[in-house]
C-alpha cells in the first residue's frame, strides 16, 4: 500500500479543502483557491492518525501568507 493523504483519510468527501490562495484577482475573498500543501503517511503513520485539519481562518488574518497550516494529530 502506498502513501495516504492524511486529510483525506479522514475526510474523505471534503470539499473547498484549500491550503493556497494567490494575491490576485480577490482569490480569497472567491475562495478560489488550490489545494498545495499536504502530510502524505505511510500505512504505520495512517493507522496513528487522530486529527487532520486546514486552519483556514489564519488567510483572514492582517498582512497573512498566501499559504495557510494543515495540522495533523498522531497517537
Request: cysteine-free.
Amino acid at each position: 500500500m502506498g502513501l495516504r493523504d492524511a486529510l483525506r483519510t479522514l475526510n474523505p468527501a471534503l470539499k473547498d479543502s484549500y491550503t493556497f490562495w494567490d494575491y490576485q484577482a480577490g482569490a480569497w475573498q472567491k475562495n478560489n483557491g488550490i489545494r498545495i500543501d499536504h502530510h502524505l503517511l505511510s500505512p504505520q503513520a495512517a493507522d496513528r492518525l487522530i486529527s487532520a485539519r486546514i486552519d483556514k481562518h489564519v488567510r483572514g488574518w492582517e498582512r497573512p501568507s498566501d499559504h495557510v497550516p494543515v495540522l495533523i494529530e498522531l497517537g
